[in-house]
Each structure stands twice: as structure tokens, then as C-alpha cells.
């Protein structure tokens, strides 16, 4: 069983960055696929980024390559995601979920465990 805490997200400008974590409870943290996903309004919960256990693999939505960077803390039982030259079409709520496997998978239903989700406003 793994618990998680999303935080950091808010209004921003364009151009802007905001680094989001979410902190983890439960003893299978350290071992699970960590991922970060976004719903913006009227639209499908998509992928953004995925990390396996040791940060050996890591996956990002085309739309977010070279802008985004996922990264985890085991000592911490956190996971993060910064995000640089945001852009409005980045607004939504990202979740943070976690589950099994050997590397990260971008289908939604792959996730057992998912945070409430954090806003992020990006204003142009």
C-alpha cells in the first residue's frame, strides 16, 4: 500500500518553472514505478513522466521532452517534477501514481496508487 502527497503547484507565468513533489508513505515505495500525470479541463488524464525504482529508466510525453525532468529520493520516499519554460497549455492538475513494473508504462490504468492531484496555472 503507498500513500501520495502531491504539493508545489499554483499560478505561474509563461516561461516560468515550478517544481511539483509528492511525498510517499508505504514500505514498497522504493521498489515502485513513479509517475507523474496531468487533466487539464475537458480533457483525458494524460501521461508526463515515469521513473523506474532505481531512476534507471525514465519515459516523457513527447510534449513535455526537454522541458520537464522527473527525479526521485528514496531516502525521502519523494518523487519530483520540475518544470521549466511552462507554457498555458500546461495548465492542469497533476497526479502523481505509483505501481509495479520494470519500466514506467504511459496507460493511466497501470497505476494502482494515485495522489489527489495539485493545480498548476499557467497564465500567458
Known amino acids: 500500500q503507498v500513500q501520495l502527497v502531491e504539493s508545489g503547484g499554483g499560478l505561474v507565468q509563461a516561461g516560468d518553472s515550478v517544481r511539483l513533489s509528492c511525498a510517499a508513505s508505504?514500505?514498497?515505495?522504493?521498489?515502485?514505478?513513479m509517475t507523474w500525470f496531468r487533466q487539464a479541463p475537458g480533457k483525458e488524464r494524460e501521461f508526463v513522466a515515469g521513473?523506474?525504482?532505481?531512476?534507471?529508466?525514465?519515459t516523457y510525453a513527447d510534449s513535455v521532452k526537454g522541458r520537464f525532468t522527473i527525479s526521485r529520493d528514496n531516502a525521502k520516499n519523494t518523487v519530483y517534477l520540475q518544470m521549466n519554460s511552462l507554457k498555458p497549455e500546461d495548465t492542469a492538475v497533476y497526479y502523481c501514481?505509483?505501481?509495479?513494473?520494470?519500466?514506467?508504462?504511459?496507460?493511466?490504468?497501470?497505476?494502482?496508487?494515485w495522489g489527489q492531484g495539485t493545480q498548476v496555472t499557467v497564465s500567458s
Open positions: 508505504g514500505r514498497t515505495f522504493s521498489s515502485s514505478i
Open positions: 501514481a505509483a505501481g509495479r513494473g520494470a519500466v514506467p508504462s504511459t496507460r493511466s490504468t497501470a497505476y494502482q496508487y
Open positions: 521513473m523506474n525504482w532505481s531512476g534507471s529508466s525514465t
